[in-house]
């Protein structure tokens, strides 16, 4: 848009504000530089000056003077984003690189690090992943998320089709995601569904409960607002006595704290989740209790361990799979597990 544009207020646009109007057609354009423009008398209606709170209306003629290509102010956020990335994170980011094409990213998120922004958030995944962009000309696409203590495989998307693809494949479950987990106890059965639905609980205290996830009996879902079906496959692969289990879980839905919320309404919270009871287990008088004894971390242990998907140019079916966290390894370390003990597919037996 290197040249000056005259455009006319057309039938249903009027009686609005000339900025909302302005980023209505030209939604690239930031409204500071709109209001530059107004202060400089670039922007005109009907051929006079006027403030980006001007009201316009239907048939009025406005002068838009030279804007930026969009292409051209992505480049430009881009870099700025790209500038406010130390160094250290832009290692962190290719370090967790497990799978890369010209489509397709995958990275193992390190556990804390939110896969996006939020009021008190500036460092996540969505504004460290300007380190990923390499020779594209756009930073790749978050596709999915991952709770901030969650580690484990993320999928970004590198072009708009591959964002796409992944969008419509996960909106119509065509893929897989194992999770494993250390839960409390042992589930019994050792392999098994759960079908609680699930609903915000109300408010929004200090304490986050407007963050958390209440567990619906399958029957009482359709008669509680807001409540949405939830299903969770598990298989319980190992155990210490009878206070904690090595679990793998699939879940069929996709909704919020989903794993998190089932494992503790069948009374097996994962260790480490403060918010579903995963750090208060009580402690029956020899010292293990919820932190089992101080032997392992008391960080989540809720870890994505492989996703499956369709590739949206190869036609073909892409596995991939995250190594666990430092402080998770540390527990298999403990219990004398090795990851190797899984089955590739836990849940055959269900299907």
């Known amino acids: 848009m290197s040249r000056v544009q005259t455009v006319t207020v057309a039938d249903g646009e009027g009686d609005q504000r000339l900025d909302r109007w302005f980023k209505r057609k030209f939604p690239h354009v930031a409204q500071g530089q709109i209001e530059k423009m107004c202060r400089k ?6 051929g006079g000056r006027v403030k980006a709170n001007t009201r316009v209306e239907e048939g009025q003629s406005i002068r838009v003077p030279p804007l930026p ?3 051209e102010v992505a480049q430009r956020e881009q870099s700025r984003a790209a500038a406010k990335v130390s160094k250290a994170d832009a290692k962190l980011m290719l370090d967790s690189v497990i799978y890369k094409d ?3 990213i995958a990275i193992n998120k390190p556990a804390g690090l939110p896969t996006q922004g939020g009021s008190k958030q500036t460092r996540h995944v969505d504004g460290l992943s300007v380190a990923l962009q390499f020779d594209m000309e756009e930073k790749p696409r978050l596709v999915h998320r991952l709770d901030k203590d969650t ?3 993320l999928l970004l998307a590198r072009t708009r089709m591959a964002a796409k693809a992944l969008t419509e494949a996960m909106r119509h479950k065509q893929t897989r995601k194992i999770y494993w987990a250390v839960v409390a106890g042992v589930p019994t059965p050792y392999l098994g569904e759960i079908k609680y639905g699930l609903v915000k609980a109300g408010g929004h205290g200090a304490r986050g409960e407007g963050e958390k996830m209440i567990a619906v009996h399958p029957r009482e879902v359709d008669s509680t607002p807001g409540a949405k079906r939830a299903i969770t496959q598990y298989a319980t692969l190992y155990r210490v006595a009878g206070r904690a289990s090595w679990v793998a879980m699939e879940p069929i839905t996709g909704r919020t704290h989903q794993l998190r919320a089932h494992m503790a309404e069948i009374g097996h919270p994962i260790i480490g989740d403060g918010k579903y009871g995963g750090t208060g287990q009580e402690n029956l008088g020899d010292g293990w209790g919820a932190k089992l004894g101080g032997m392992i971390s008391n960080k989540l242990h809720l ?7 369709m590739h949206p140019t190869k036609g073909k079916p892409i596995t991939v799979t995250a190594e666990l966290p430092e402080h998770m390894a540390h527990t298999w370390e403990t219990f004398g597990w090795s990851e190797d003990l899984a089955a590739d597919d836990p849940f ?3 299907r």
């Open 151 to 153: 580690s484990g495989v």
């Open 102 to 104: 010209d489509e397709i």
């Open 69 to 71: 290509e969009p292409h």
């Open 348 to 350: 055959e037996s269900l």
């Open 303 to 309: 870890h994505a361990r492989s996703m499956t998907f």
């Open 41 to 46: 008398g670039e922007i005109r209606v009907e």
